[in-house]
């Protein structure tokens, strides 16, 4: 009897200290910009491209907030056989999300609709779109697809142990309707994540896989770091496509993704 209660009174002095050190992911409302880029040569010609992106996640109270994203894709070539289509917009995607914490864990649970601006109506823009897809290793493809209104349901969960360790999921289920009516199609993405959170600075990596509907797998690593002062931060990852038909990253008909953003928290 005296060594259950030993044992019963050291588990719950354990469990104390960690749900007292233990405190659910920051997540401060904010604006940021990020700056995808990749260069290869497909069939001997050098093609760069680029994706510039503007976001917002704004917190309306404690438990709800919206969001938006919306960006460009262009490239370059130095080949006069490659056309290249200009720049061309991606699809803009609005949110409203339910934010609650639940003890130690903090969720965000959304609905959103992408805005069907991004048009494919010749090989070299569907191409660039493409493209633009593959840099993100295909997260959030509704961004990306071209002639479609798409419906997104995002999820993340995360739980910041020790004040030091984050470890988060998040994932969607989005429903992808062409505009002239020749289908829809249904998908899901998936991710896994931990980093080392410090004061001012952040790193670590995520591994994603993404499913449209009669589609491979595409899945993909990403390491990133974050340096903060005050509510400025500088974030840059790494984003490296592990299979077909966008991996592995750097074989010479992979593609990979470097990204650098600037966001300013409040």
Do not use: C
Request: charged letters at 20%.
């Amino acid at each position: 009897m005296k060594t259950r209660r030993a044992l019963t009174l050291t588990l719950s002095v354990a469990a104390a200290i960690a749900a007292g050190e233990a405190r659910a992911e920051d997540r401060p409302s904010e604006v940021y910009v990020d700056v995808g880029f990749n260069t290869r040569n497909p069939g001997g010609a050098n093609l760069t491209t680029w994706t510039p992106n503007l976001g917002l996640f704004a917190a309306v109270d404690d438990n709800i907030a919206i969001s938006a994203d919306w960006g460009l894709t262009t490239f370059s070539v130095d080949e006069v056989d490659l056309e290249n289509p200009g720049v061309k917009p991606l699809n803009p995607f609005v949110a409203a999300h339910l934010t609650p914490q639940i003890g130690d864990f903090s969720l965000r649970l959304g609905l959103g609709l992408a805005i069907p601006v991004a048009e494919g109506s010749d090989e070299a823009s569907l191409r660039l779109y493409e493209s633009a897809r593959a840099i993100r290793g295909s997260w959030d493809p509704w961004l990306y697809a071209t002639e479609t209104i798409s419906v997104a349901i995002p999820a993340r969960v995360a739980w910041q142990p020790l004040n030091l360790v984050r470890l988060a999921a998040e994932g969607a289920a989005f429903l992808m309707i062409a505009t002239d009516g020749s289908g829809e199609r249904l998908g899901f993405q998936g991710a896994l994540e931990a980093a080392l959170v410090f004061d001012g600075f952040e790193v670590g990596a995520r591994i994603q896989g993404v499913r449209p509907q009669d589609e491979v797998t595409r899945a993909a690593f990403e390491p990133f770091a974050a340096v903060g002062v005050g509510p400025v931060w500088l974030r840059g990852r790494l984003t490296m496509n592990l299979a077909e038909p966008d991996g592995f990253a750097f074989d010479e008909d992979g593609i990979w993704g470097a990204h650098l953003g600037l966001a300013y928290t409040f």
